[in-house]
């Protein structure tokens, strides 16, 4: 490896660690979401009193401060509730979304009924049943979802367990990729180099080369293209020059 | 729970969006409301939201929304209980369904009817292209399975929600918000439609039309995803339009 090979690793290294930076602000923000939930539950099983929906309306302000921390790049937060958890309902959700009309978050409401052709069965997502069933953080997606945010987005997840380490349900947020991409793409077009973000599954999130946009998909190991993958995510950062 | 189960569906929820222009309003809100009955965004036995939500919702007066409230239960689609826990259901009866569609489908000119067969044609196609380039494991095997699903209905208002069910998530797989969205106008103006019983749509036979696009998806074979989504948007207006004929001709 030459001179000006260790300088293009370090501009990479310089792009993977604000993607690094990105997800880990997007966790702790979870973090936070999720010890509320957990100290609420705790709390209501030492008084063994089994909890109900509107025991959970009290993280409204806890997700709401967070959504605002990170206003520029989220766009809807919360906790999932795992099936039959809840004393008064088998499904729940306490998802808030940043209402920029109106100024004030909105509580949003999905389809829970099962007979309903557009039920929301979360626990068949892969952003809910990863993080129930490997127990680890997850970030879902890109994928669009026309159910709920209907836009092109990441949903990032953090497994909640109560003191007894029963899983509880997911902390979660949003992530357009438009906001990924704003947020990116200035430090990929600082480094010089053309380079995109890729999923696991392949499918690109930002990348700064015209033919390879967002939601298509790439190769990231295909003959001489630099793969590496970024720290703390399922992503891999693939150069395109 | 009828308003926050409306409030929760965007795509869809464009079905019960307010409206935009002019025209015929009470027309406009009667046939938003169909098709969201349709498309099962709103179910068998739901209650509506109450009067001044709903108007809210899709932008309309009070007086504009009561005039389609009494359309859509002179069409057996709605009722109204009055009193205490009362307010409008919903009827999504088989029945119901195929006399307000075969009536909608006598309101549509040939030239019409083709034009949307057109729009129809286009999206189609080039969702299933897009579906083909971009989608991934999880996407295929989502179709597979909503394909299956339609084998499997046991009336025509399930097979048509199943039907434009499994037609929208190709539209999702293409990762394309405004084709999706397209697509899911497209399915509430056509799915009563293509499952009149007139029609005489085969579950099963279509079902393996399906599960046949979704492996050249999967496959990523985008020429025979696009012949495939193209031919069956072509051979749908066909019926539609041999009906249509035939009607006039009543």
Known sequence: ?241 | MAVEQLGGLTALGAVLSPLDGAGLRTDAVVARISAAIGLGVITDGEQLPSEIDLANQLGVSTMTLREALAVLREQGLVHTKRGRGGGSFIRSSAEAVNTRSLARLQQLSVEELRDIGDEHFAVAGGAAVLAARRGVAADFERLRTLAQRLAHTDDLVHSARADSRYQIEVAVCSQSARLTRAEVNLQAELSALMWLSQVGLDRKERAARHLELSEAIASEDELAARRLAEERTAADMRRLIALRMELAGS
């Not at chain 1, 660690?17 to 099983?45: K, P, Q, Y």
């Not at chain 1, 959700?93 to 389809?111: A, C, F, I, M």
């Not at chain 1, 053309?194 to 930002?206: D, P, T």
């Open chain 1, 1 to 241: 490896m030459n001179v000006s090979d260790d300088a293009r690793d370090a501009t990479l290294d310089d792009v993977t660690g604000a993607i690094t930076a990105m997800a880990e602000r997007v966790f702790a923000s979870l973090d936070t979401i999720a010890s509320a939930l957990s100290s609420l539950w705790n709390g209501l099983e030492d008084k063994g009193v089994r909890a109900t929906s509107e025991d959970l309306a009290v993280l409204r302000d806890v997700v709401i401060a967070e959504l605002q921390h990170q206003s520029r790049l989220l766009n809807g937060a919360g906790v999932v509730i795992d099936e039959d958890r809840l004393a008064d309902c088998p499904r729940y959700l306490e998802w808030w979304r940043p209402d920029e009309e109106r100024g004030v978050s909105q509580k949003l409401n999905l389809d829970l009924n099962p007979q309903s052709e557009y039920f929301y069965d979360y626990s068949t997502m892969a952003w809910f049943a990863g993080p129930r069933d490997q127990g680890t953080r997850w970030i879902h997606g890109p994928y669009l979802d026309f159910t709920c945010a209907d836009l092109n987005v990441c949903t990032f997840a953090l497994p909640v367990a109560s003191q007894d380490g029963v899983f509880l349900g997911i902390a979660g947020a949003d992530a357009p990729v438009a906001r990924i991409d704003a947020e990116l793409l200035p430090k990929f077009q600082a480094s010089r180099r053309l380079m995109a973000l890729v999923n696991a599954e392949g499918r690109i999130i930002v990348a700064n080369h015209a033919d390879h946009v967002a939601g298509s998909k790439i190769k990231a190991h295909n003959g001489t293209r630099r793969a590496r993958a970024v720290p703390g995510t399922p992503w891999t950062l693939v150069t395109l020059d």
